[in-house]
């Protein structure tokens, strides 16, 4: 039995995908294969597709972190799922196919009101913004949180769980229309980082008092600006490098100047200040699945009761063409929320 699937050929711009059939996978010891109905696209994906990320396959090879749809088989040992039974959840690699396997314990069962493509946008940005705000920014009510990337998928996440929890939100983007989004949304300080330098911005609202908590995966300088906006006893959680992605191809030159740019932290300075570095990489956090189990079950548990609601941006279809549109959506700066491929 084949299936279809879609493979990144060669690192570099979104062309690179290429539609191919494969053999379809069975479902080992411990583990399910799902038929895909929704695969989440990230900007982890285009680091992935571009090179830039570590501990990624070698092309040719089918990338996708997340997936939600039926389950197609259960292998040995499984207990609780079975064929047929909507479930959504991560896969180290092989998303964009019609047919994913992924170990039992990283699957979660989704009730009939929460669609495929809803819970395949839950996995990978709910669960890093809630251990980046609450496991290692240890958030609380009436807090100040600063979110880079407010609009994206991860920074929509953190606003709904910061908001939850009680904070004051900072938050950056880089127009006007989602700047209006964040008002929407809640946020109590929205800023177009184009038009305004966000750390003066954030100085002149609050003075000298500064930040409680600091979200960032952009890196480079605005990492460091955000740093100097901690008050005593405040959090830095860096989790991804985007400022070392100009454009849809691959720059080797940009990577080096994010990489240049972005500060290294010594023990003895973050003494001085009172304050904490964090750094977080959810496909890295091996030997805790039971806090991911925990954590994912609560979110879905509150995506069900309405407290959250995952923001689509917009969905693709799951082929070749369709990743590649995403990509480029994505690398436009165009998403307020996430992206997917979808049946």
Partial sequence: MG????????????????????????????????????????????????????????????????????????????EGFAVGDRVVGMVRAGGYAELARLPAGAAFGIPDSISYVQAAALPVNYLTAWFCLFDMGHLKRGEKVLIQGGAGGVGTAAIQLAREAGAVIFATVGSDEKVAYLREAGVDHPINYTTVKFDAEVRERIGERGLDLVLDAVGGDTLR???????????????????AVAGPRRSLLKLARAWWKTPRFRPL????????????????????????????????????????????????????????????????RRNIGKVLLCE
């Fill in 269 to 332: 300075s973050l003494i001085d200040r009172n304050v904490g570095v964090w750094g977080f990489h959810l496909a890295l956090l091996r030997g805790r699945e039971d806090r991911i189990a925990a954590a994912m079950r609560e979110i879905v548990q509150r995506v069900e009761a309405g407290q959250l609601k995952p923001v689509i941006a917009r969905t693709f279809p799951l082929t070749a063409r369709g990743a590649a549109d995403a990509h480029r959506f994505i690398h436009e």
């Fill in 225 to 243: 600006r955000g740093y100097e906006l901690l008050a005593p006893l405040g959090r830095l959680v860096s989790y991804g490098l985007s400022d």
């Fill in 3 to 78: 299936m279809r699937s879609i493979v990144l050929s060669k690192h570099g711009p979104p062309e690179r995908f290429v539609e191919r059939d494969a053999e379809a996978p069975s479902a080992g010891a411990g583990e399910l294969v799902l038929s895909v109905r929704a695969s989440g696209v990230n900007f982890a994906d285009i680091l992935q597709r571009l090179g830039f990320y570590a501990n990624a396959d070698k092309p040719p090879y089918v990338m996708g972190f997340e997936v939600a749809g039926d389950v197609a088989q259960v292998g040995a040992g499984v």
